[in-house]
């Protein structure tokens, strides 16, 4: 018979993306709308390592909700990948008399937790948060939709330039090995190609494409590119390679990096986080583990978390073509 829980412990790790302050918010309300004690641990497994924790009641989150980043910081932990580091994290728990976890991160995140749940038996539930939407078992991971309304915004705004100089612009953006944001925001921008680490499109496709572009009389183009497309060239080397081969083009290079994470999340993330939370912690007082939850055709639902860090999310081979129809 599961052991009844009397607190639960929150933590967010590996890279932040907008909406781990919503979830984090949902996870400390929900605790104390059951009457359960919530503890926020800080700089995610280092912090358990260290025992950095604080306890954490409704109005510890007032006024979090539309702030990006983590209010309980992250951090990777190389201590945690040891049997001796995660040693003193349980010791660290029975002494503050934890007896659960929710962990808001990535795959990396949810291979710690399921470890530390099979060598000590403490319950922990996942809620999937990373800007790349790269995780198996949701259609959705938190901090995605936020990631893609900003590079939008941002592609927007280059567009306007790339329009008043005709010039070729290549954004680069975050996806090293998933190249959702760079889909999804390619087609919401209108952009002329999109290369990403699952379709090996080629260089001459690209260069084809530009070239029927400009026979179409467009005066700009937009390229975007996830930083994990396999082309073996960089963004840089990529717009050089455009310039050998298409001199007519003026090329110039964005890497919008880590502005992708930051910025106050979408509704459509604050939501998300909030019924999350409240998932995961109602999950715990049933006496669940070892689960993540996502959402699937707009219903909260939950995957076991091995599943969830070797299973794959693949991309929507109709938006590709929707691409292709788009790029004319």
């Given amino acids: 018979m599961p052991k009844k829980i009397f607190k639960i412990g929150v933590l967010t790790?590996?890279?932040?993306a907008p909406g781990m302050n919503a979830a984090i918010r949902s996870v400390v309300r929900t605790c104390a709308h059951y009457s359960i004690e919530c503890v926020g641990i800080y700089r995610g497994y280092e912090g358990l390592i260290e025992g950095d924790f604080k306890a954490m009641e409704a109005r510890s989150v007032s006024n979090i909700i539309n702030h990006g980043g983590t209010i309980l910081k992250s951090a990777r932990s190389k201590e945690f990948r040891t049997i001796a580091g995660r040693q003193i994290a349980f010791e660290k728990m029975q002494e503050a008399e934890i007896d659960a976890l929710v962990v808001i991160g990535g795959d990396g995140s949810f291979t710690g937790a399921l470890i530390f749940n099979q060598e000590f038996g403490i319950p922990v539930i996942g809620i999937p948060g990373t800007i790349d939407n790269d995780i198996y078992g949701t259609d959705y991971t938190l901090g995605y939709d936020t990631a893609l309304n900003t590079v939008?915004?941002?592609?927007?705004?280059?567009?306007?330039t790339a329009s008043s100089h005709n010039r070729l612009f290549i954004v680069e953006v975050m996806g090293r090995d998933a190249g959702f944001i760079a889909l999804n925001a390619g087609v919401g921008a209108g952009a002329e190609e999109i290369l990403?680490?699952?379709?090996?499109?080629?260089?001459?496709?690209?260069l084809e494409s530009l070239k029927r572009s400009k026979r179409s009389g467009k005066s700009s183009s937009i390229v975007v590119v996830s930083e994990g497309e396999k082309s073996g060239k960089s963004v840089f080397e990529l717009a050089k390679f455009v310039e050998e081969n298409l001199p007519e083009y003026e090329t110039r290079v964005s890497v919008l990096g880590h502005m992708q994470r930051g910025g106050s999340p979408s509704c459509f993330d604050r939501v998300l986080a909030s019924r999350m939370g409240v998932k995961a912690v109602e999950l715990l007082l049933d006496g669940k583990s070892n689960l993540m939850v996502g959402i699937k055709n707009n219903k909260i639902e939950t995957t076991e978390l091995s599943k969830a860090i070797k299973g794959t999310h693949h991309i929507d081979k109709e938006?590709?073509?929707?691409?292709?129809i788009m790029g004319v």
């Fill in 196 to 206: 990403i680490p699952e379709e090996d499109l080629g260089l001459d496709r690209m």
């Fill in 319 to 324: 938006l590709i073509r929707v691409s292709d």
């Fill in 152 to 160: 939008v915004e941002v592609i927007d705004k280059i567009r306007d």
């Fill in 13 to 16: 790790s590996g890279g932040d």
